[in-house]
Protein backbone atom coordinates (compact mmCIF):
# COMPACT_ATOMS: atom_id res chain seq x y z
CA UNK A 1 0.00 0.00 0.00
CA UNK A 2 1.52 3.94 -0.69
CA UNK A 3 2.01 6.15 1.57
CA UNK A 4 0.52 9.16 -0.39
CA UNK A 5 -3.17 10.03 -0.28
CA UNK A 6 -4.76 12.63 -2.02
CA UNK A 7 -7.13 13.98 0.01
CA UNK A 8 -6.54 16.59 2.55
CA UNK A 9 -6.47 15.93 5.87
CA UNK A 10 -9.51 17.84 6.89
CA UNK A 11 -12.16 16.42 5.22
CA UNK A 12 -14.41 14.72 7.39
CA UNK A 13 -14.71 10.99 7.32
CA UNK A 14 -17.66 11.14 5.24
CA UNK A 15 -16.49 13.45 2.20
CA UNK A 16 -13.91 10.70 2.33
CA UNK A 17 -15.93 8.28 1.54
CA UNK A 18 -18.15 9.56 -1.08
CA UNK A 19 -14.68 11.17 -2.79
CA UNK A 20 -14.19 6.90 -3.18
CA UNK A 21 -17.23 6.97 -5.28
CA UNK A 22 -16.72 9.70 -7.33
CA UNK A 23 -13.19 8.07 -8.07
CA UNK A 24 -14.52 4.77 -8.95
CA UNK A 25 -16.86 6.61 -10.96
CA UNK A 26 -14.20 7.84 -13.16
CA UNK A 27 -13.91 4.28 -14.76
CA UNK A 28 -17.04 2.51 -14.13
CA UNK A 29 -20.30 4.14 -15.50
CA UNK A 30 -23.55 3.29 -14.41
CA UNK A 31 -23.35 1.28 -10.70
CA UNK A 32 -23.92 3.94 -8.49
CA UNK A 33 -26.27 2.16 -6.26
CA UNK A 34 -23.86 -1.50 -6.54
CA UNK A 35 -20.86 0.73 -5.75
CA UNK A 36 -22.46 2.53 -2.79
CA UNK A 37 -24.02 -1.10 -1.37
CA UNK A 38 -20.04 -2.15 -1.49
CA UNK A 39 -18.88 0.84 0.44
CA UNK A 40 -21.27 0.53 2.96
CA UNK A 41 -20.65 -3.54 3.13
CA UNK A 42 -16.95 -2.32 3.90
CA UNK A 43 -18.40 0.32 6.23
CA UNK A 44 -19.43 -2.60 8.68
CA UNK A 45 -17.64 -5.26 7.86
CA UNK A 46 -19.74 -7.22 5.53
CA UNK A 47 -19.59 -9.15 2.62
CA UNK A 48 -21.00 -8.29 -0.59
CA UNK A 49 -22.37 -11.36 -3.61
CA UNK A 50 -22.46 -9.69 -7.03
CA UNK A 51 -24.63 -11.30 -9.54
CA UNK A 52 -24.94 -10.01 -13.47
CA UNK A 53 -23.73 -11.24 -16.50
CA UNK A 54 -19.73 -11.08 -17.96
CA UNK A 55 -18.99 -7.87 -19.14
CA UNK A 56 -20.65 -5.52 -16.47
CA UNK A 57 -17.91 -4.38 -14.62
CA UNK A 58 -17.74 -6.33 -11.77
CA UNK A 59 -13.91 -6.85 -11.56
CA UNK A 60 -13.20 -3.39 -12.53
CA UNK A 61 -15.56 -2.25 -9.82
CA UNK A 62 -13.80 -4.17 -7.67
CA UNK A 63 -10.52 -3.38 -8.92
CA UNK A 64 -11.35 0.57 -8.77
CA UNK A 65 -12.55 0.14 -5.24
CA UNK A 66 -9.49 -1.13 -3.81
CA UNK A 67 -7.23 1.56 -5.45
CA UNK A 68 -9.37 4.29 -4.18
CA UNK A 69 -9.09 3.07 -1.18
CA UNK A 70 -5.54 2.30 -1.56
CA UNK A 71 -6.00 -1.50 -0.31
CA UNK A 72 -4.38 -4.59 -1.25
CA UNK A 73 -6.48 -6.22 -3.85
CA UNK A 74 -6.43 -9.98 -4.96
CA UNK A 75 -8.52 -12.05 -7.24
CA UNK A 76 -9.01 -15.73 -7.26
CA UNK A 77 -10.42 -17.31 -10.34
CA UNK A 78 -12.90 -20.20 -8.97
CA UNK A 79 -12.60 -23.16 -10.53
CA UNK A 80 -13.96 -27.26 -10.37
CA UNK A 81 -10.30 -27.89 -9.16
CA UNK A 82 -9.38 -25.19 -6.88
CA UNK A 83 -8.51 -26.60 -3.28
CA UNK A 84 -8.98 -24.87 -0.09
CA UNK A 85 -5.04 -24.13 0.29
CA UNK A 86 -5.20 -22.36 -3.02
CA UNK A 87 -7.12 -19.88 -1.40
CA UNK A 88 -6.44 -20.01 2.21
CA UNK A 89 -2.62 -21.05 2.50
CA UNK A 90 -0.43 -24.38 2.59
CA UNK A 91 1.82 -25.60 4.82
CA UNK A 92 5.56 -25.53 3.48
CA UNK A 93 8.67 -27.80 4.27
CA UNK A 94 12.12 -26.49 4.19
CA UNK A 95 15.29 -28.34 4.56
CA UNK A 96 17.17 -26.63 6.90
CA UNK A 97 21.32 -27.14 7.41
CA UNK A 98 21.99 -30.09 9.06
CA UNK A 99 18.70 -32.16 8.47
CA UNK A 100 16.67 -30.31 10.17
CA UNK A 101 13.03 -29.77 8.44
CA UNK A 102 11.24 -26.84 9.22
CA UNK A 103 7.63 -25.71 8.79
CA UNK A 104 6.28 -22.59 7.57
CA UNK A 105 2.83 -21.01 6.36
CA UNK A 106 2.47 -19.99 3.19
CA UNK A 107 -0.57 -17.23 2.97
CA UNK A 108 -2.86 -17.43 -0.14
CA UNK A 109 -4.93 -14.88 -1.62
CA UNK A 110 -6.58 -14.57 1.29
CA UNK A 111 -4.86 -12.60 2.76
CA UNK A 112 -5.59 -9.44 1.91
CA UNK A 113 -7.65 -6.53 1.81
CA UNK A 114 -10.40 -6.61 -0.81
CA UNK A 115 -10.46 -10.34 -2.34
CA UNK A 116 -12.45 -10.83 -5.06
CA UNK A 117 -13.50 -14.36 -6.04
CA UNK A 118 -14.82 -14.56 -9.04
CA UNK A 119 -17.25 -17.08 -10.19
CA UNK A 120 -17.46 -18.34 -6.94
CA UNK A 121 -20.56 -20.82 -7.31
CA UNK A 122 -18.01 -22.29 -10.28
CA UNK A 123 -15.38 -24.58 -7.44
CA UNK A 124 -17.38 -27.11 -4.94
CA UNK A 125 -18.63 -26.75 -1.34
CA UNK A 126 -15.25 -27.68 0.12
CA UNK A 127 -13.14 -24.81 -1.11
CA UNK A 128 -16.50 -22.74 -1.10
CA UNK A 129 -16.10 -23.63 2.64
CA UNK A 130 -12.81 -22.17 3.04
CA UNK A 131 -14.09 -18.80 3.19
CA UNK A 132 -16.94 -19.25 5.91
CA UNK A 133 -13.90 -18.68 8.95
CA UNK A 134 -12.85 -15.90 6.95
CA UNK A 135 -15.61 -13.95 6.14
CA UNK A 136 -17.15 -14.69 9.78
CA UNK A 137 -14.18 -14.32 12.14
CA UNK A 138 -12.02 -12.45 10.18
CA UNK A 139 -8.93 -15.23 10.17
CA UNK A 140 -7.98 -18.59 8.77
CA UNK A 141 -7.12 -21.70 11.21
CA UNK A 142 -4.62 -24.33 9.56
CA UNK A 143 -2.99 -26.46 11.48
CA UNK A 144 -3.86 -25.83 15.21
CA UNK A 145 -2.93 -22.32 14.37
CA UNK A 146 -4.84 -19.03 13.78
CA UNK A 147 -3.88 -16.63 11.22
CA UNK A 148 -5.26 -13.06 11.36
CA UNK A 149 -6.36 -11.37 8.28
CA UNK A 150 -5.23 -7.95 7.14
CA UNK A 151 -8.17 -4.85 8.15
CA UNK A 152 -9.85 -4.08 6.52
CA UNK A 153 -10.96 -7.34 4.86
CA UNK A 154 -14.27 -7.40 2.11
CA UNK A 155 -14.66 -10.42 0.42
CA UNK A 156 -16.92 -9.30 -3.17
CA UNK A 157 -17.65 -12.51 -4.77
CA UNK A 158 -19.33 -12.48 -8.13
CA UNK A 159 -21.47 -14.99 -9.92
CA UNK A 160 -23.58 -15.69 -13.41
CA UNK A 161 -27.22 -15.75 -12.67
CA UNK A 162 -27.29 -17.22 -16.22
CA UNK A 163 -25.01 -20.03 -16.91
CA UNK A 164 -25.76 -22.75 -14.16
CA UNK A 165 -24.16 -25.88 -16.04
CA UNK A 166 -20.91 -26.95 -13.92
CA UNK A 167 -21.87 -24.74 -11.26
CA UNK A 168 -22.35 -25.34 -6.99
CA UNK A 169 -25.23 -23.36 -5.87
CA UNK A 170 -23.95 -21.46 -2.48
CA UNK A 171 -25.12 -23.06 0.45
CA UNK A 172 -27.43 -21.62 2.66
CA UNK A 173 -24.97 -21.17 5.59
CA UNK A 174 -22.56 -19.12 2.97
CA UNK A 175 -25.16 -17.12 1.74
CA UNK A 176 -26.05 -15.65 4.92
CA UNK A 177 -22.83 -14.06 5.70
CA UNK A 178 -22.95 -11.95 2.71
CA UNK A 179 -24.02 -8.35 3.52
CA UNK A 180 -25.60 -7.88 0.36
CA UNK A 181 -26.39 -9.59 -3.04
CA UNK A 182 -26.43 -6.86 -5.24
CA UNK A 183 -27.75 -7.23 -9.07
CA UNK A 184 -25.33 -5.63 -11.84
CA UNK A 185 -27.63 -5.05 -14.83
CA UNK A 186 -27.02 -3.87 -18.27
CA UNK A 187 -26.58 0.67 -18.51
CA UNK A 188 -28.31 2.40 -20.24
CA UNK A 189 -27.91 3.59 -23.61
CA UNK A 190 -26.20 6.77 -22.15
CA UNK A 191 -24.43 5.25 -19.61
CA UNK A 192 -23.05 3.02 -22.14
CA UNK A 193 -22.39 5.79 -24.89
CA UNK A 194 -20.44 7.46 -21.88
CA UNK A 195 -18.26 3.85 -21.38
CA UNK A 196 -17.77 3.92 -24.99
CA UNK A 197 -16.29 7.46 -25.06
CA UNK A 198 -13.52 6.55 -22.53
CA UNK A 199 -12.80 3.23 -24.17
CA UNK A 200 -12.04 5.82 -27.26
CA UNK A 201 -9.78 8.10 -25.04
CA UNK A 202 -7.54 5.49 -24.12
CA UNK A 203 -9.45 3.59 -20.78
CA UNK A 204 -7.18 0.49 -20.02
CA UNK A 205 -9.71 -1.52 -17.98
CA UNK A 206 -6.89 -3.96 -16.64
CA UNK A 207 -4.68 -1.00 -14.90
CA UNK A 208 -7.06 1.19 -13.19
CA UNK A 209 -4.45 3.31 -11.76
CA UNK A 210 -3.12 4.36 -15.22
CA UNK A 211 -6.81 5.44 -16.51
CA UNK A 212 -6.52 7.75 -13.43
CA UNK A 213 -8.16 5.98 -10.30
CA UNK A 214 -6.37 7.49 -7.13
CA UNK A 215 -6.14 6.83 -3.57
CA UNK A 216 -8.39 9.21 -2.03
CA UNK A 217 -9.30 7.54 1.54
CA UNK A 218 -7.38 5.96 3.69
CA UNK A 219 -7.89 3.01 6.28
CA UNK A 220 -8.08 6.28 9.19
CA UNK A 221 -10.98 7.25 6.98
CA UNK A 222 -12.72 4.41 6.95
CA UNK A 223 -12.11 3.44 10.94
CA UNK A 224 -13.85 6.90 11.49
CA UNK A 225 -16.29 6.25 9.35
CA UNK A 226 -17.21 2.99 11.51
CA UNK A 227 -16.97 4.57 14.31
CA UNK A 228 -19.40 7.68 13.04
CA UNK A 229 -21.58 4.60 11.92
CA UNK A 230 -21.64 3.24 15.19
CA UNK A 231 -23.09 6.55 16.67
CA UNK A 232 -26.29 6.14 14.42
CA UNK A 233 -29.43 6.39 16.23
CA UNK A 234 -32.13 3.69 15.72
CA UNK A 235 -35.14 4.52 17.62
CA UNK A 236 -37.53 1.50 18.76
CA UNK A 237 -40.05 2.00 16.42
CA UNK A 238 -37.51 1.42 13.71
CA UNK A 239 -36.21 -1.35 15.48
CA UNK A 240 -39.12 -2.72 15.97
CA UNK A 241 -40.22 -3.05 12.04
CA UNK A 242 -37.03 -4.49 11.06
CA UNK A 243 -38.02 -7.32 13.30
CA UNK A 244 -41.53 -7.16 11.93
CA UNK A 245 -39.94 -7.50 8.33
CA UNK A 246 -37.71 -10.50 9.61
CA UNK A 247 -40.59 -12.12 10.79
CA UNK A 248 -42.81 -11.65 7.88
CA UNK A 249 -40.32 -13.64 5.89
CA UNK A 250 -40.78 -16.37 8.01
CA UNK A 251 -44.59 -16.62 8.24
CA UNK A 252 -44.96 -15.59 4.33
CA UNK A 253 -46.48 -18.19 2.68
CA UNK A 254 -44.55 -17.96 -0.53
CA UNK A 255 -41.47 -18.74 1.65
CA UNK A 256 -39.75 -21.74 2.55
CA UNK A 257 -36.91 -20.07 4.64
CA UNK A 258 -37.38 -16.66 5.96
CA UNK A 259 -34.36 -14.21 7.20
CA UNK A 260 -32.35 -15.54 10.06
CA UNK A 261 -31.55 -13.63 13.15
CA UNK A 262 -28.23 -12.36 11.35
CA UNK A 263 -30.26 -11.44 8.79
CA UNK A 264 -31.80 -9.00 10.98
CA UNK A 265 -28.98 -7.80 12.46
CA UNK A 266 -27.33 -7.10 9.09
CA UNK A 267 -30.48 -4.93 7.88
CA UNK A 268 -29.84 -2.76 11.26
CA UNK A 269 -26.25 -2.31 10.01
CA UNK A 270 -26.69 -1.90 6.71
CA UNK A 271 -29.73 0.78 7.37
CA UNK A 272 -27.31 2.54 9.71
CA UNK A 273 -24.30 2.44 6.89
CA UNK A 274 -26.61 4.00 4.49
CA UNK A 275 -28.27 6.71 6.96
CA UNK A 276 -24.90 7.90 7.30
CA UNK A 277 -23.85 8.01 4.09
CA UNK A 278 -27.43 9.92 3.14
CA UNK A 279 -25.92 12.75 6.05
CA UNK A 280 -28.19 11.95 8.69
CA UNK A 281 -27.68 11.01 12.06
CA UNK A 282 -30.76 8.59 12.76
CA UNK A 283 -32.43 6.03 10.62
CA UNK A 284 -35.61 6.72 9.64
CA UNK A 285 -37.87 3.67 7.70
CA UNK A 286 -36.92 4.59 4.10
CA UNK A 287 -33.33 3.71 4.88
CA UNK A 288 -34.88 0.15 6.19
CA UNK A 289 -36.67 -0.07 3.11
CA UNK A 290 -33.69 1.14 0.44
CA UNK A 291 -31.47 -1.81 1.82
CA UNK A 292 -33.94 -4.35 2.40
CA UNK A 293 -34.14 -6.60 -0.49
CA UNK A 294 -30.05 -6.36 -1.85
CA UNK A 295 -29.76 -7.43 2.80
CA UNK A 296 -32.52 -9.82 2.45
CA UNK A 297 -33.25 -11.68 -0.87
CA UNK A 298 -30.58 -13.87 -0.68
CA UNK A 299 -31.36 -15.44 3.11
CA UNK A 300 -34.92 -16.44 2.06
CA UNK A 301 -35.90 -19.00 -0.53
CA UNK A 302 -39.37 -18.96 -2.89
CA UNK A 303 -41.49 -22.44 -2.55
CA UNK A 304 -40.19 -24.93 -5.46
CA UNK A 305 -44.31 -24.43 -6.61
CA UNK A 306 -43.50 -20.76 -6.61
CA UNK A 307 -40.52 -20.43 -8.41
CA UNK A 308 -41.51 -22.90 -11.25
CA UNK A 309 -44.56 -20.08 -11.91
CA UNK A 310 -41.74 -17.51 -12.02
CA UNK A 311 -42.23 -16.16 -8.45
CA UNK A 312 -39.26 -14.50 -7.44
CA UNK A 313 -37.93 -13.36 -3.60
CA UNK A 314 -37.59 -9.44 -4.66
CA UNK A 315 -41.20 -10.03 -5.56
CA UNK A 316 -41.98 -11.89 -2.53
CA UNK A 317 -40.01 -9.15 -0.25
CA UNK A 318 -41.63 -5.92 -2.58
CA UNK A 319 -44.93 -7.78 -1.02
CA UNK A 320 -43.90 -7.76 2.07
CA UNK A 321 -42.64 -4.06 2.26
CA UNK A 322 -45.96 -2.94 1.12
CA UNK A 323 -48.17 -4.90 3.67
CA UNK A 324 -46.07 -4.66 7.08
CA UNK A 325 -46.89 -1.46 8.74
CA UNK A 326 -44.09 1.44 8.19
CA UNK A 327 -43.74 3.19 12.02
CA UNK A 328 -44.41 7.37 11.66
Same mark, same amino acid.
Given at each position: ????????????? +?????????????????????????????????????????????????????????????????????????????????????????????????????? +????????????????????????????????????????????????????????????????????????????????????????????????????????????????????????????????????????????????????????????????????????????????????????????????????????? +????????????
Amino acid at each position: MTDHISAPQERSP +LDAVLAVRDEVGKVVVGQQGVLTGAIAALLVNGHVLLEGVPGVAKTLLAKSLAAAFDMEFSRVQFTPDLMPSDVIGQQMVAQQPGGQVSFTFRQGPVFTNLL +LADEINRTPPKTQAALLEAMEERQVSFDGTTHRLPEPFLVLATQNPIEYEGTYPLPEAQLDRFLFKLNMGYPTAEQELTMLGRHDQGLDPHDVRASGVRPVASAADLAAGRRAIQQIRVEPAVQQYIVALARATRESPSLALGVSPRGTTWLLHASKAWAWLSGRQFVTPDEVKAVAKPCLRHRVMVRSELELEGTTADAV +LDGLLATVPTPR
